[in-house]
């Protein structure tokens, strides 16, 4: 079946550094992908989507020079958070899919957790 | 834009009874509706979704039912298990590609 990986899987950072996290389709190519951010007990918060060979479109209130999404391939996006403090600490989620066929659907990766001291 | 509704936030059963979590949204032109698992530090997990030209699919122990004119869906789970307790969400979209509403998510506890 369809399988979205992320990495790292956890990463613990010092305030002021950037972090990358890579989201990954496996086994299809995915022309969209998207970013979700999760606090501890809620729900998906949509940051942004990621298009192929294209910028990307960030949500209301979420912002482009901090959190830098590239999607360099059809199966490869990134988001970068830059400039890392405290409140950047949270569990990022990206999903990708609902190309057609078996994958007409979204699949989550695992999820990176990110904790900024 | 799409507002997904979804209740209750805590269900507590005893494992063998059912559990059922229900969902409505506001977009009439929603046409995709998949329900996922999240268990602690995981992604979630596509358990069972549904088209809006069905209005009722089953697999195993899980059901799910659509109600157009109401605009709303719900999770069935019988025979609930211990390995069943989890944080349920809801989604809403206009294709399977495009962004996802989610509800505000359902933690189910199964008592053995």
């Known amino acids: 079946g369809a399988v979205v990986s992320q990495h790292p899987s956890w990463v613990i950072c010092k305030s002021g550094t950037s972090v990358k996290i890579e989201c990954r389709s496996l086994?299809?190519?995915?022309?969209?992908m998207f970013w979700y951010r999760q606090f501890p007990k809620q729900s998906l918060m949509l940051m942004a989507t990621?298009?192929?060979?294209?910028?990307?479109?960030?949500e209301q209130g979420v912002e482009k020079d901090k959190f830098l999404i590239n999607h360099a391939s059809l199966t490869l996006s990134t988001l970068t958070v830059t400039s890392a403090h405290p409140e950047d600490s949270s569990f990022y989620i990206c999903?990708?899919?609902?190309?057609?066929?078996?994958?007409?659907?979204?699949?989550f990766g695992p999820g990176t957790r990110l904790t900024v001291l | 834009g799409e507002n997904v509704e979804q209740h209750p936030s805590t269900l507590s059963v005893q494992e063998g009874d059912s559990a059922v979590i229900k969902c409505t949204y506001s977009?009439?032109?929603?046409?995709?509706f998949p329900w996922y698992k999240q268990e602690l530090g995981k992604g979630p997990q596509l358990i069972i979704d549904?088209?809006?030209?069905?209005g009722e699919k089953k697999d195993q122990r899980i059901a799910v039912t659509l109600n157009k004119t109401a605009k709303h869906f719900s999770l069935h789970i019988t025979e609930t298990q211990p390995e069943d307790s989890a944080v349920y969400f809801c989604?809403?979209?206009?294709?399977?590609?495009?962004?996802?509403?989610f509800g505000t998510g359902t933690s189910l506890t199964v008592i053995p």
């Open positions: 999903s990708a899919g609902g190309g057609g066929g078996y994958t007409d659907t979204q699949y």
């Open positions: 086994d299809f190519q995915a022309t969209t």
């Open positions: 990621s298009n192929e060979g294209s910028k990307a479109t960030y």
């Open positions: 977009d009439s032109a929603s046409n995709y």
């Open positions: 549904i088209r809006s030209n069905v």
């Open positions: 989604a809403a979209s206009i294709n399977t590609g495009n962004q996802f509403y």
